[in-house]
């Protein structure tokens, strides 16, 4: 049997350690949650139909991805939709792990966030748009992203993607006007 102060000490112990590796735990999951983001990557869909749940069908069908590859979608009044609408796919509000096409970093320290419409072939609409800048300016705020942080797709990779009329040099100078209020 052990003496009495003793067995105190290494209770005591034992909690001291249950209690940091409790800490750990959360500081890493708040991290993994909160404290990646780095950037804000914007997309579009090249096709003006849909919601997030056409995309995420489409996803998982035809890409075999788990879920919907963004964080944000920002609607264009389609598929009963309002004009500059803005749902959150699970992969938001579950933080899980990043997937993407080729490059899976990208929508690890990135916040991918997708336009609804073709724009290659025509500007998005103001309400849409306006829509965009306010949930740019939103989460520039909430994970000190500064404006320059902000790109296209294809600032990053060989493509068109968010389309030509998307000028992101523009959309830049919007957020940044928007910060500075
Ligand atoms: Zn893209």
Not at 18 to 39: K, M, P, S
Not at 72 to 93: D, M, R, Y
Request: aromatic share 10%.
């Amino acid at each position: 049997m052990q003496s009495g102060p003793r067995r105190r000490f290494r209770l005591r112990y034992l909690l001291l350690l249950a209690v940091a590796a409790g800490a750990f735990v959360f500081l890493g999951r708040h991290a993994w949650r909160e404290w990646r983001w780095r950037y804000i990557v914007i997309h579009h869909t090249a096709s003006d139909a849909g919601n997030l749940e056409y995309y995420r069908r489409l996803h998982k069908e035809e890409r075999g991805w788990p879920d919907i590859a963004y964080h944000f979608v920002v609607n264009n009044g389609a598929s009963n939709t309002v004009p500059g609408q803005i749902e959150e796919s699970n992969l938001w509000k579950e933080r899980s792990r990043g997937f993407s096409t080729r490059n899976t970093y990208v929508n690890t320290v990135g916040i991918a966030v997708v336009m609804v419409g073709n724009l290659e072939r025509h500007a998005p609409t103001t309400l849409q748009y306006q829509s965009l800048v306010s949930l740019l300016v939103t989460l520039a705020r909430e994970y000190d992203i500064p404006p320059e942080r902000i790109i296209g797709h294809r600032e990053l990779q060989q493509t068109k993607c968010p389309g030509q009329h998307l000028d992101m040099a523009k959309l830049r100078e919007d957020v940044a006007r928007e910060l500075a209020r």
